[in-house]
C-alpha cells in the first residue's frame, strides 16, 4: 500500500471503521512515515470538524407558511395546465367588448334616442300653444302666470 | 431513517409508538391528513434546513426552498411507494430543488457574499452547538475558526460533490441513502465523497500550516 492508500484509512480511522488488521497496518506505517502522521492529524481535525459543525434549526413561521398554502383552496389541475391557453381569448373577448362598446358611445350624439325625440316634440307643441294662447282673446290665467305676460 | 420513536399526532393527545410512527403519518398524510402532514414536516424539518442552508449558502433561500420542499412532498406524497424511506425521498426532492435554485444563480450578473455566521441584518443566526462547553477560549477560537474554515470549503465544492459530503458527514445518510436520494450508484457517492473530503482536507492543512486564515 501507498500512503494514498493510507489516508483513505485515515479517514476510515477517523469513523471508527477500521478493521482490526487494517488497524494494525496502519499503525505500523504510521510508525516510519512523517507525511501520513501529519495527514492524520489533518484527517482527524476535518472530520471532527464537519461532524461538530453547528446544526440550523427551521424556522417555525417557514411552516406555518406551508401549512397555509396547503390550506388556501386549491385550483383544479386542468385549470392550472390550461389557464394560459384560457387567458389569451378570454383577453382578446374583453378587448373586443370593450372596442364595440366604445363605439356605440362615440355614435351617442348623431342618434338621438326616442326619448329625446319625444321631449322635444313636447316642448314644441307647448311652444305652439303658448302662441295660440297669446293671441286667444281669453288667455288662461296659467298663461300669464307661466309666461309673465301681463294682462 | 426514522425520525423518532414516538409521535404525538394532532395535538389529541393520541401517541403512536414504535418504527410504525412515521409509517402511520405517511398514509395519514397520503389520504389528505393535514395534521399528520405537519407532523412529518416536523419531523424532518431541521435535517432538510440544515442541508438546505449549506447546499445553497444562506438562510433566505434555504426557507424558500424548505417551503417548496414541503409543497412538492404534499404533492407527491400519494404516489410515493415506500421503496425509499420519506427521509431519503425528501432529500432527493431537496437536492433536486438545490440544483435548480444553482443553475438559476449562476445565470444572475450580481452575486451575493454571504458569511455563515451572520444573517442579512448581521444579527447571528440560531446556531445549535455541537460542543457548547469547550474546554478553554484559545481553544474554542481555534475550533471556530476551524469550522468556519471548513464551511468555506464546502461553500467551493460542486453541488454535486457538496450534496454527497453533506448527506454523508454532516446529515448521517448511508451509501445507499445517499445513493436513492441523489439516483447514482453507490460507486459514484464513494467516488464522490472521496473527492470532496479531499479538497476540504486541503483547505484544512492550509489553515493548520498557518497559510490561511
Not at chain 1, 59 to 82: F, I, N, S, T
Not at chain 2, 13 to 18: H, L, T, Y
Amino acid at each position: 500500500m501507498n500512503c494514498k492508500q493510507y489516508e483513505q484509512l485515515l479517514w476510515a480511522e477517523a469513523e471508527g471503521q477500521l478493521s482490526p488488521a487494517e488497524a494494525q497496518a496502519l499503525q505500523a506505517h504510521l510508525r516510519t512515515c512523517v507525511h501520513c502522521q501529519r495527514q492524520r492529524e489533518v484527517v482527524h481535525a476535518t472530520y471532527r470538524a464537519l461532524s461538530m459543525l453547528p446544526r440550523y434549526r427551521a424556522p417555525e413561521h417557514a411552516l406555518a407558511q406551508v401549512k397555509a398554502r396547503l390550506q388556501a383552496p386549491a385550483q383544479p389541475a386542468w385549470w392550472q395546465r390550461w389557464r394560459r391557453v384560457a387567458l389569451a381569448p378570454a383577453l382578446g373577448l374583453l378587448l373586443a367588448l370593450g372596442w364595440w362598446g366604445w363605439q356605440q358611445h362615440s355614435y351617442t350624439p348623431d342618434t338621438p334616442t326616442t326619448a329625446a325625440v319625444n321631449e322635444t316634440e313636447h316642448w314644441i307643441e307647448l311652444h305652439q300653444q303658448l302662441e295660440v294662447a297669446e293671441w286667444s282673446p281669453t288667455p288662461t290665467p296659467d298663461y300669464f302666470l307661466f309666461t309673465g305676460h301681463s294682462r | 431513517m426514522m425520525g423518532c420513536d414516538t409521535v404525538s399526532y394532532g395535538g389529541r393527545g393520541i401517541v403512536v409508538e414504535s418504527i410504525s410512527a412515521e409509517a402511520w403519518l405517511i398514509q395519514r398524510a397520503q389520504a389528505r391528513d393535514e395534521a399528520a402532514f405537519e407532523q412529518l414536516m416536523r419531523l424532518h424539518a431541521d435535517k432538510l434546513y440544515n442541508y438546505l442552508v449549506r447546499m445553497v449558502g444562506n438562510p433566505t433561500d434555504a426557507e424558500d426552498l424548505l417551503q417548496e420542499v414541503f409543497l412538492r412532498a404534499y404533492q407527491g406524497l400519494p404516489s410515493f411507494d415506500g421503496r425509499a424511506s420519506l427521509s431519503t425521498w425528501l432529500y432527493r426532492i431537496a437536492t433536486n430543488l438545490c440544483i435548480d435554485h444553482q443553475r438559476r444563480r449562476a445565470r444572475r450578473v450580481t452575486t451575493v457574499s454571504y458569511s455563515a455566521q451572520e444573517d442579512d441584518e448581521g444579527e447571528p443566526t440560531e446556531w445549535e452547538f455541537a460542543d457548547p462547553n469547550a474546554p478553554d477560549p484559545l481553544e474554542a477560537l481555534m475550533h471556530k475558526e476551524l469550522q468556519q474554515v471548513v464551511e468555506q470549503a464546502i461553500q467551493s465544492l460542486s453541488p454535486k460533490l457538496r450534496a454527497v459530503l453533506l448527506l454523508y458527514d454532516v446529515e448521517g445518510l448511508s451509501y445507499e441513502e445517499i445513493a436513492q436520494a441523489l439516483r447514482i450508484p453507490m460507486g459514484t457517492v464513494k467516488s464522490r465523497l472521496n473527492h470532496a473530503r479531499t479538497r476540504i482536507q486541503r483547505q484544512v492543512e492550509a489553515y493548520l500550516r498557518g497559510e490561511t486564515k
